[in-house]
């Protein structure tokens, strides 16, 4: 038995490795690494890799990282420009040095380093799209660069988001990968939760693994990921612990319309489950008694209650 779980725009990662995944062709590490290059490599999605929307400035700058549940090893990448795939840059952080995170022209060095494959990140499409939004903040005579990043909560395509991928296989190995272009039309150098291990993304194969897409800032302040697994650990089921983690966040002094958040959560037996602050939102997950990723809604949690 094998399973995975990612955000609902991880659907056909998991349908690109899963078969090789299964037939143990590719070990926990290896699925949930290429399962991201399918996002990664999709300029539509413009939340993550190629295609994803520019800084305030107009640059592509991409957060990863990658954690083995096993060994509790990480490596995560945080401003990396220029860069294909940084889940695997994230990776190599983990297997060829002695450190978790590397960021900006540090992590970017690293890269060309290892012989990372090197890419123009931004498309025509995302370049229309920082374009308009700051068109849009010219005309209303907002041009300090300070107002315009709090102007920009939420950019003009609507396009905050990441993609999380967790993996499980039949002897109990585990492992995670989080991957974004981060806050759209964010400041230059901003890192969010995704590449820090306990706040987006953790794995520990002797509980479960969870990951978050949102408002980093929410996860950061709460280390939200690695709370999500505590509350596995003290035996909540995997929609429990999302919900409840989520919960946490009603202690935070942040405005309505950044107080987004969701998770998605495996546990080491293969039960897993996802919340949500916002209706409608769907997670992917697949195991070996379905053809093909199953699209299946989060459980929505209310942040308008007491904490």
Known sequence: MAWMVASANGAAGIDAVFERFC????????????????????PEDHSVGAGGV???FGAVELDASIMDGVTLRAGAVAGLRG???????????????????LVGEGAATF????????????????LQAWQRAIASLEA??????????RALTHDPERAVGTVNFLALDDEGRMASAVSTSGWALKWPGRAGDSPVIGAGNYCDATVGAAACTG????SLRTQLAARCVDLLAAGADPSEAASRAIGLLRRLDAPSSERIMHIVVLRADGQHGAASTRAGTRYAWRDTSVPRAVLA???VVALDGPA
């Open 23 to 42: 037939a143990g062709e590719l070990d926990v590490l290896d699925a949930v690494e290429r399962a991201a290059w399918v996002v990664e490599d999709d």
């Open 140 to 149: 209303q005579e907002l041009r300090d660069p300070l107002t315009m990043v």
């Open 83 to 101: 860069f294909r795939h940084p889940i695997s840059v994230a990776r190599a952080v983990m297997e060829r040095t002695p450190h978790v995170l």
């Open 215 to 218: 408002f980093g800032e929410l």
């Open 111 to 126: 890269a060309r380093v290892i012989g990372a494959e090197p890419a123009v990140l931004e498309t025509q499409a995302s």
């Open 54 to 56: 520019p800084n305030l």
């Open 297 to 299: 809604p989060r459980v």
